[in-house]
């Protein structure tokens, strides 16, 4: 049974204060929950163990994948296939930061890997700094959390320079690198997020910018810039599988941007390997019956079991099976036209009322904060955020 701890809520006002627009969902109930979830010295360091051996595996796998040219199995499109092989190639397409959704690692239930949202995770915001003001606003010990995403993150950035070095370090090597920061325009999340990102590049002592998607240009030969200024570094809130199915052009004049060495792409190409659900599948053929997994498979199991498309999100186009194949639950109708994973069922943590619980672990380097999502057997765009507290 997952416990909770009632809290007093954030304002709106003050949450905008923050730069967190997004606290309303649109039936006007609040997106951020009013209680917490207790967790314990050992869970929270068993999540963190959890991350950090899940990466390293997810780094084999992807080293499997392009040895064995696994791309069309994974679902790659063949436009990126280029782009993920050259990020892959060179340690200095660093990968900045991912959110694995796990279930368990509460009240006794052993923690699985539900997914790994490698490429442009949410929920950066409400876990980084939202869930810490919330503990601060109520008397209680911001530092009981197992939450450092923002110095994690800094770190990470300062590694673009000093790659396995010392991020200390960075002042001693950098030599006045820009990184420019776009998302697309109409989307107050994804612009708040990426200038939340571009604010941890800035106290990781980088130079740096922001502009819109539309505001930016790219030349396959001169490399990317904004203004007139050229920037070595792109972060792009965009999914990379969005770049290469609605703008292929762009798919292909990034490919030759980073072949000619003329920018580096953030997060990486690569991590597009690591988003693909396909990903889980090779997973378990490396790794069978690891703890931390669940069985995968391209065809449907002979077990209750979950079928998810390649790059679905927001619980888009995911249906819960029973043994037979029969639809038991389903996810808001999307991404019909993709191939599927179909993985072992594996119930989420659930409190008093059967709401159930599934847990956002970030990644940056190393294991580095926790926040969970509330809703039912499949969680959508109406699940609420939980913060959470060291007892």
Not at 161 to 188: H, M, T
Not at 260 to 271: Q, S, V
Not at 298 to 321: D, N, T
């Amino acid at each position: 049974m997952v416990r909770l701890e009632k809290v007093a809520p954030l304002t709106p006002e003050f949450l905008e204060r923050l730069g967190f627009h997004w606290h309303t969902d649109s039936d006007g109930t609040s997106y951020v929950a009013d209680e917490i979830v207790v967790v314990s010295e050992a869970e929270a360091e068993a999540y963190y163990e959890a991350a950090n051996t899940l990466y390293d595996m997810y780094v084999e796998a992807g080293e499997y994948v392009v040895e064995k040219n696994l791309f069309h199995d994974i679902g790659i499109p063949f436009n990126l296939v280029d782009a993920v092989k050259k990020s892959w190639e060179n340690d200095v397409h660093w990968h900045i930061y991912g959110r694995f959704d796990l279930a368990g690692g509460i009240g006794g239930a052993p923690i699985k890997l539900l997914e790994f949202n490698a490429d442009t995770p949410t929920a950066l915001f409400e876990t980084a700094i939202v869930q810490w003001a919330l503990l601060k606003a109520n008397g209680m010990d911001e530092a009981a959390q197992f939450n450092h995403v923002y110095e994690a993150i800094r770190d990470n950035f300062r590694r673009l320079i000093v790659l396995d070095g010392n991020p200390e370090d960075f002042g001693r090597y950098y030599e006045g690198w820009k990184i420019l920061f776009s998302a697309i325009r109409g989307s107050i999340e994804d612009e708040n997020t990426t200038r939340l990102l571009q604010k941890i590049a800035d106290d990781a002592g980088f130079h740096t910018d922001f502009a819109f998607a539309d505001e930016v240009e790219f030349s396959d030969e001169e490399g990317i810039f904004f203004n007139g200024e050229r920037f070595e570094y792109w972060f792009k809130l965009i999914p990379w599988e969005t770049i290469a199915i609605e703008e292929s052009d762009l798919a292909r004049i990034l490919t030759n941007i980073m072949e000619n060495r003329k920018a580096i792409i953030l997060n990486p190409a690569y991590t597009l390997m690591f988003q693909s659900k396909g990903m889980m599948k090779i997973l378990w053929d490396l790794f069978p019956n690891h703890p931390l997994l669940l069985e995968t498979s391209f065809e449907p199991l002979e077990r209750k079991q979950v079928q998810k498309p390649f790059f679905g999100r927001e619980g888009g186009g995911v249906r819960i099976l029973d043994a037979r194949g029969r639809e038991l639950v389903r996810g808001e109708e999307a991404y019909g036209e993709q191939p599927s994973i179909y993985q072992a069922y594996e119930p989420l943590p659930a409190d008093e009322e059967g709401r159930r619980y599934q847990a956002g672990l970030f990644f940056a380097y190393e294991g580095c904060g926790l926040g969970y999502r509330r809703g039912g057997e499949i969680l959508g765009n109406m699940s609420k955020f939980v913060g959470h507290r060291i007892d």
